[in-house]
């Protein structure tokens, strides 16, 4: 029972710590996420998702318009899908790091699963890599966690 007890109250207290620090974010300066995913349902969801945890968020659908949307909007950071038309994500990321003048995390979150593939998201400078299906709440707190460290 009392480690019932106990279990509950740490839970609490993390639901409740991570509660506090959105609410702060949504009512300090609201970061905006980039979420570039080709697919409309799956992005839409994306920004859903950080929506839901105080983020701003803003929707593109391909590597050249993520590249335009980052030199013009200034992202906070960029949720970053692989299979895209046009320029492929990993050219994406690889771009990005080239024009910035601050370092903003980049998660990319794909399909591609391979050792190879993952090598290769990180050489283009993401942060982060995550294979789809994915954990919400993984992602939220890496998130979260790379922003706090900025």
Do not use: W
């Amino acid at each position: 029972m009392v480690d019932n007890h106990f279990s509950y109250r740490c839970s609490y207290r993390k639901h409740h710590f991570r509660f506090s620090k959105t609410l702060q974010r949504m009512t300090e300066h609201q970061l905006t996420i980039l979420v570039v995913e080709d697919d409309m349902e799956m992005n839409e969801l994306q920004c859903e998702l950080l929506a839901l945890h105080g983020f701003n968020t803003l929707g593109v659908y391909s590597g050249s318009d993520a590249i335009e949307q980052h030199s013009t909007c200034c992202p906070d950071a960029i949720l970053l899908d692989v299979m895209l038309p046009e320029i492929d994500g990993f050219e994406t990321c690889r771009r990005i790091r080239q024009q910035e003048t601050t370092h903003i995390p980049i998660i990319m979150l794909t399909a591609l699963d391979t050792e190879d593939c993952r090598q290769r998201g990180f050489d283009a400078g993401a942060d982060s890599y995550f294979v789809k299906p994915f954990n919400p709440s993984e992602v939220v707190s890496t998130l979260e966690m790379l922003l706090d460290s900025e």
